[in-house]
């Protein structure tokens, strides 16, 4: 099966700090999604990207679904963007969303 | 008004017991699914139904067993619960399953302990 790896696995940051957290995949993908685990456990859904660049206030997104990766930028980190961030893809044929691994994010006051 | 909603959000019960976690979702979406989180974070698929119909049961003990009564509902009972079920539950919705489909709602997640 499709294997989703991201990097790094843990990033500590002072708050306004920039960082760029990335999703590779080993096969084509035809659904992708960036979450957001707050330190409560809620599962929050930053952006659906199969494909192109989004951006929503410090947060933006890429996927090169040709090359197999996507990428999440965080600009200005705050205290609160501290939680566990995860993508998660489906491929052809099995249309369940399988997860990476997450990247632990920790933001300093 | 809360999108996809699951009780308890707390369940802590002895080995042997069988309990049941409950989701209900207002969005509209025709695809709900259960997820599994085990202590090292790592998200895994149970279950899904479609317009209350199974189309993914992936390799879960038959002591799990989910029910959808209608499209907004998917409910997971757990038969004769064991140490290794611990972990947090989550149910997801979306409109659609194939290509497409615009991505997952999450619930906020039921922490099952088996003590």
């Known amino acids: 099966g499709i294997q989703v790896e991201q990097s790094p696995p843990d990033l500590i940051l002072q708050e306004g700090a920039n960082s760029t957290l990335r999703c590779n995949f080993s096969?084509?993908?035809?659904?992708l999604q960036w979450f957001h685990q707050n330190p409560w456990g809620q599962l929050i859904n930053l952006f659906y990207?199969?494909?192109g660049t989004k951006q929503n206030g410090r947060l933006s997104a890429t996927t090169v679904a040709t090359e197999r990766y996507s990428l999440l930028y965080i600009s200005s980190s705050q205290t609160t963007d501290s939680g566990v961030y995860f993508c998660?893809?489906?491929?052809?044929?099995?249309?369940?969303?399988?997860f990476g691994t997450g990247t632990r994010l920790k933001v300093l006051a | 008004d809360t999108a996809v909603s699951q009780t308890p959000k707390y369940l802590v019960t002895q080995m042997g017991n069988d309990k049941s976690i409950k989701c209900e979702q207002n969005?509209?979406?025709?695809?709900m699914y259960w997820y599994k989180q085990d202590s090292k974070k790592f998200l895994k698929i149970m279950f899904s139904?479609?317009?209350?119909?199974?189309?993914i049961n992936e390799t879960v003990p038959n002591r799990f067993s989910p029910k959808s009564p209608d499209k907004a509902h998917l409910n997971l009972h757990i038969n004769s619960l064991e140490l290794g079920d611990s972990a947090v539950y989550f149910c997801?919705?979306?409109?659609?399953?194939?290509?497409?489909?615009?991505?997952?709602?999450f619930g906020s997640g039921t922490r099952l302990t088996v003590v």
């Open positions: 997801a919705s979306s409109q659609g399953w194939q290509r497409n489909n615009y991505g997952y709602t």
């Open positions: 096969d084509s993908v035809n659904n």
């Open positions: 990207i199969p494909s």
């Open positions: 998660a893809v489906t491929t052809s044929g099995t249309y369940k969303y399988i």
């Open positions: 969005l509209g979406h025709d695809t």
């Open positions: 139904y479609n317009n209350k119909e199974l189309i």
